[in-house]
Nanobody, 124 residues
Framework: QVQLVESGGGLVQAGGSLRLSCAASGGTFSMYSMGWFRQAPGKEREFVARISRSGSNTYYADSVKGRFTISRDNAKTTVYLQMNSLKPEDTAVYYC?????????????????WGQGTQVTVSA
């Protein structure tokens, strides 16, 4: 059983930056592909970014490409999401996700473990 705990959310003005962290425990971290999803009020949870087990491959949703960067530190069993040039439409609860499946992480149905979520609010 893997436990994921996010931190780093908060309130920021448009154009600002935040760095989210997700600390994992209870499993072999390097065996899991990791990702970030987000859910805005009244909307479905959506994919944001993923990173491979080794950290060598990353993939982003078009809406965040060029602004967000996902990374991981397997020694610290932590995955990060650096968010720059934030926009009001980035406002959402951000969730850390883990999967041991081979298929690249892209949808909520592929996720085996979720964090509790951290709120990100971007003011105009």
């Amino acid at each position: 059983q893997v436990q994921l705990v996010e931190s780093g959310g908060g309130l920021v003005q448009a154009g600002g930056s935040l760095r989210l962290s997700c600390a994992a425990s209870g499993g072999t971290f390097s065996m899991y592909s990791m990702g970030w999803f987000r859910q805005a009020p009244g909307k479905e949870r959506e994919f944001v970014a993923r990173i491979s087990r080794s950290g060598s491959n990353t993939y982003y949703a078009d809406s965040v490409k060029g602004r967000f960067t996902i990374s991981r530190d397997n020694a610290k069993t932590t995955v990060y999401l650096q968010m720059n040039s934030l926009k009001p439409e980035d406002t959402a609860v951000y969730y850390c996700a883990a999967t041991s499946r081979i298929t690249p992480l892209r949808t909520s149905t592929q996720v085996e473990y979720w964090g509790q979520g951290t709120q990100v609010t971007v003011s105009a």
